[in-house]
């Protein structure tokens, strides 16, 4: 530390002197609290990392002591704070108490404390590059995680519009009346150090077009094998349902086709009636 003396005299007045002390500014550690319960120290055993300090409180009315077993402290009041500087073990005592097993450890090690671990999270609904009918309704459901803290907040943004944040579970929101065009949808978590991750995902959401049905001449009538095959139109991604009726009032539910890869796409009924049936196919609500 370097000290700077000034001397200065004006008329009139006496002498005035300025000291300046110059010094470099050092970094504090945590604080650790230990407290009293009758007659224990808690917690009895500490560890902590070089250049933190630890404060005793509970102190002055249990009439107790803090005293370093090597001389290096010894305080009986409240709010006393000893900083360790070097690696090593502690052991300190209550000097009234010690006969009643007051006594406690700190033990301090050269490690600085660990570099927070920022979080993850992954959008677990929808899939990425999936197709919805406009106008379209999307719930983003997502998993965050922290490794060595707690989750504070999922942000939710369509393109760079916020839709929302979420700092509770279910951490899901969802963008409503979406007209035809891609998306992108992204979450960003945020962890109780104000670490942060991002994951996104693109949707497509298309104007869907009506569903046709053909059939070849040769599949007009069911054969001895009851098997009929027909074809109908699909929107690449979304779902459609296929259903059967022999009277056209009672429908019943055959086939689905998830995220249809075909358009036209093609359907065998193997077990078709021998009397002749109704077919229909019809697109499905976005999930």
Same mark, same amino acid.
């Given at each position: 530390?370097?000290?700077?003396?000034?001397?200065?005299?004006?008329?009139?007045?006496?002498?005035?002197?300025?000291?300046?002390?110059?010094?470099?500014?050092?970094?504090?550690?945590?604080?650790?609290? !230990?407290?009293?319960?009758?007659?224990?120290?808690?917690?009895?055993?500490?560890?902590?990392?070089?250049?933190?300090?630890?404060?005793?409180? &509970?102190?002055?009315?249990? @009439?107790?002591?803090? %005293?370093? #077993?090597?001389?290096?402290? $010894? $305080?009986?009041?409240? =709010?006393?704070?000893? !900083?360790?500087?070097?690696?090593?073990?502690?052991?300190?005592?209550?000097?009234?108490?010690? $006969?009643?097993?007051?006594?406690?450890?700190?033990?301090?090690?050269?490690?600085?404390?660990p570099a927070?671990?920022?979080?993850?999270?992954?959008?677990?609904?929808?899939?990425? @590059?999936?197709?919805?009918?406009?106008?379209?309704?999307? %719930?983003?459901?997502?998993?965050?995680? #922290?490794?060595?803290?707690?989750?504070?907040?999922?942000?939710?943004?369509?393109?760079?519009?916020? /839709? =929302?944040?979420?700092? %509770?579970?279910?951490?899901?929101?969802?963008?409503?009346?979406?007209?035809?065009? #891609?998306?992108?949808?992204?979450?960003? +978590?945020?962890?109780?150090? =104000?670490?942060?991750?991002?994951?996104?995902?693109?949707?497509?959401?298309?104007n869907p077009?009506?569903?046709? *049905?053909?059939?070849?001449?040769?599949? /007009?009538? +069911?054969?001895?094998?009851?098997?009929?095959?027909?074809?109908?139109?699909?929107?690449? &991604? *979304?779902?459609?349902?296929?259903?059967?009726?022999?009277?056209l009032f009672?429908?019943?539910?055959?086939?689905?086709?998830?995220?249809?890869? *075909?358009?036209?796409?093609?359907?065998?009924?193997?077990?078709?009636?021998?009397?002749?049936?109704?077919?229909? +196919? =019809?697109?499905?609500?976005?999930?």
């Amino acid at each position: 530390m370097k000290m700077i003396k000034k001397a200065a005299r004006f008329f009139g007045f006496a002498r005035v002197q300025v000291i300046l002390f110059g010094c470099a500014l050092s970094t504090f550690g945590a604080d650790h609290p !230990v407290t009293t319960s009758g007659f224990t120290f808690s917690p009895p055993t500490l560890s902590i990392p070089k250049g933190d300090s630890v404060t005793w409180s &509970g102190l002055t009315g249990g @009439g107790h002591t803090t %005293t370093s #077993d090597s001389s290096l402290w $010894s $305080s009986g009041s409240d =709010g006393f704070s000893f !900083v360790f500087s070097a690696a090593g073990t502690y052991n300190y005592h209550c000097i009234p108490h010690q $006969s009643f097993g007051m006594v406690g450890t700190i033990t301090v090690t050269n490690a600085s404390a660990p570099a927070n671990v920022p979080p993850t999270i992954t959008i677990s609904s929808p899939a990425s @590059g999936k197709v919805f009918a406009a106008p379209a309704d999307v %719930t983003v459901q997502t998993a965050p995680a #922290d490794s060595d803290g707690t989750v504070t907040n999922v942000q939710f943004l369509l393109g760079a519009s916020v /839709l =929302g944040n979420k700092s %509770t579970q279910p951490f899901s929101m969802t963008a409503s009346n979406l007209a035809a065009a #891609d998306y992108v949808i992204s979450a960003i +978590v945020s962890d109780n150090q =104000g670490a942060k991750a991002t994951n996104s995902v693109t949707v497509h959401v298309i104007n869907p077009s009506a569903v046709t *049905l053909s059939v070849s001449p040769a599949a /007009l009538s +069911v054969s001895s094998t009851s098997s009929f095959q027909f074809n109908y139109s699909t929107d690449l &991604g *979304l779902n459609y349902e296929i259903e059967v009726s022999t009277d056209l009032f009672t429908w019943k539910p055959i086939a689905t086709n998830s995220s249809a890869a *075909l358009n036209p796409a093609t359907f065998t009924d193997t077990n078709a009636p021998a009397e002749g049936a109704y077919y229909r +196919v =019809g697109r499905m609500p976005n999930p």
